[in-house]
């Protein structure tokens, strides 16, 4: 008698439990709550601060990538000789900032234009370029890069490639515009980079 009236139920609960789960998988709860994006932008200290005061963004790291050598240090890459660029990592959340905000970020601290490095750094370990981390990265990163395109009369230099391996750098190279904001500070004026972002996208361009 008790076993025609388990199934019935047991049949009941294995449908509630189906119909919660497809309701859970629409739920913004289940949404992805963190996404990554790479960029080069020259000195990798100069391109944290801009990120790191974006709401929607959880956390940056300093490092490597786009080269061939494993695990670089800071003497190897600052040499030229490994491919590797100075990068910065994003971790973001993209249901409070998205992707295209990111990048118009990446470009309001950059010179697009400089092909050889940025600003006062010299060679393709200072290059500026965009690594994208799937097909829509992609596409938003060419969009931007064309609509860009049309502010100037000269090429855009910065290279849009897919992600590599991205290795971090030393301990000492993170969040140093907080650790060392005075040297921090000294270096930006010094690199006239601060000047070339003015003299590109205005005074409130970048921090």
């Known amino acids: 008698m008790w076993s025609g ?5 047991g049949r009941g609960l294995t449908l509630t439990l189906l119909c919660l789960g497809i309701l859970l998988s629409h739920s913004p709860v289940w949404a992805q709550s963190s996404a990554t994006a790479t960029f080069a932008g020259g000195c990798f200290w100069c391109m944290e601060k801009p990120f790191d005061q974006l709401p929607g963004v959880q956390n940056t790291i300093v490092g490597y990538t786009g080269g061939r050598v494993v695990n670089p240090t800071y003497r190897q890459v600052s040499a030229g000789n490994t491919g590797h660029a100075e990068a910065v990592q994003v971790t973001y959340n993209p249901s409070q900032v998205n992707y295209e905000t990111l990048l118009q970020v990446f470009w309001h ?10 600003f006062c750094d010299r060679g393709t370990q200072y290059r ?3 690594f994208y981390h799937n097909d829509a990265q992609r596409k938003a ?3 931007s890069k064309s609509a860009l395109a049309k502010q100037f009369s000269q ?3 910065t290279a849009i490639a897919p992600s590599q391996t991205f ?4 301990h000492y190279h993170q969040n140093y515009y907080q650790t060392h904001p ?6 930006r004026f010094g690199c006239g980079r601060d000047q070339r972002l003015t003299e590109r996208w205005g005074k409130s361009a970048h921090p």
């Open 109 to 118: 601290n950059v010179d697009p234009l400089d092909a050889g490095g940025q």
């Open 182 to 187: 005075v040297r921090y500070r000294i270096y």
């Open 5 to 9: 009236a388990i199934a019935p139920i």
């Open 155 to 157: 090429p855009i230099a």
């Open 167 to 170: 290795y971090p750098a030393e």
């Open 141 to 143: 990163a060419i969009a």
């Open 128 to 130: 500026a370029s965009i």
